[in-house]
């Protein structure tokens, strides 16, 4: 009897072999058929498979292909400053920095006059968002 348990014990190893089937008429007619692509392609009357793969592929090569290197947005989007993630880990970091040492020297307040700060602001970030959404 096997008692219960939360490892996973090995187990052991089952001999299986796969048995593998070769057919000579199957073999024989992809040979021929190799042969005759070959011969079509030499004399330009198909087309060969690496002219077939660029014209599938055409213009759709990758667009990140580059992208690093270069240093720039894929697609060429450009990003203002104020959009970018840096930035705005910046301000973030320096909220979380500034809450922590107003705390220890002022105590509870420096915590209220952060959050109307924060609220105050963001709410003059919408306003103008709304006047600008009205001029255009």
Same mark, same amino acid.
């Given at each position: 009897m096997k008692f219960p348990s939360i490892f996973k014990t090995a187990k052991p190893m089952r001999f299986d072999i796969k048995p593998r /089937? /070769?057919? #000579?008429?199957? @073999?024989? &007619? ?5 042969? &005759?692509?070959? @011969?079509?392609?030499?004399? +330009? ?5 690496? =002219? ?18 270069? *240093?720039?947005?894929?697609? *060429?989007?450009? =990003?203002? !400053? !104020? =959009?970018?993630?840096? &930035? ?18 002022? +105590? #509870?307040? &420096? ?5 109307? +700060?924060?609220? =105050? $602001? ?12 009205? $001029?255009?």
């Open positions: /089937y /070769y057919d #000579p008429v199957r @073999e024989e &007619i992809e040979q021929r058929t190799e042969r &005759i692509r070959r @011969e079509l392609q030499a004399d +330009g009357k198909i087309a060969s498979e690496d =002219s077939e793969r660029q014209r599938l592929q055409g213009d759709y090569g990758s667009g990140i292909r580059g992208a690093f290197a270069q *240093g720039g947005s894929i697609g *060429g989007r450009k =990003s203002s !400053a !104020a =959009s970018q993630t840096g &930035i705005l880990r910046l301000v973030i970091l320096i909220f979380l920095v500034g809450s922590f040492f107003g705390y220890v020297y002022l +105590g #509870p307040v &420096i915590l209220y006059v952060l959050g109307y +700060g924060g609220v =105050s $602001i963001a709410g003059l970030l919408f306003l103008n968002r709304l006047r600008k959404g009205r $001029i255009r």
